[in-house]
């Protein structure tokens, strides 16, 4: 019988508490996955702006974030990079 492995896809961000370390020791998968919760803290942050004042970043941002992750689920490298710079850019 073989044993049960934690399969859990975020797994890397729980077992590292300094977060990620360096590009190179990560893959672009988990560093695409890292920038999409990292964007998704931003996007409650524009929601919780009085009087939608950051409806139009949340929106936007979250487009961004559903086409990054469409990326992930296709396994598209060429959309998957060019999401995680994308990403990596929203502040």
Request: aromatic fraction near 8%; charge should be negative; glycine fraction near 6%.
């Amino acid at each position: 019988m073989t044993p049960v492995t934690n399969n859990d896809p975020l797994d890397f961000l729980n077992s590292n508490p300094q977060g990620m370390q360096s590009a190179g020791s990560t893959d672009l998968v988990q560093q695409l996955l890292y920038e999409i919760i990292r964007v998704k803290e931003i996007i409650v942050y524009y929601d919780s702006i009085p009087n939608g004042g950051g409806q139009l970043g949340s929106s936007i941002l979250n487009e961004l974030v559903s086409e990054a992750y469409q990326s992930l689920v296709n396994y598209d490298t060429v959309l998957m990079k060019k999401y995680y710079d994308l990403l990596l850019n929203c502040d």
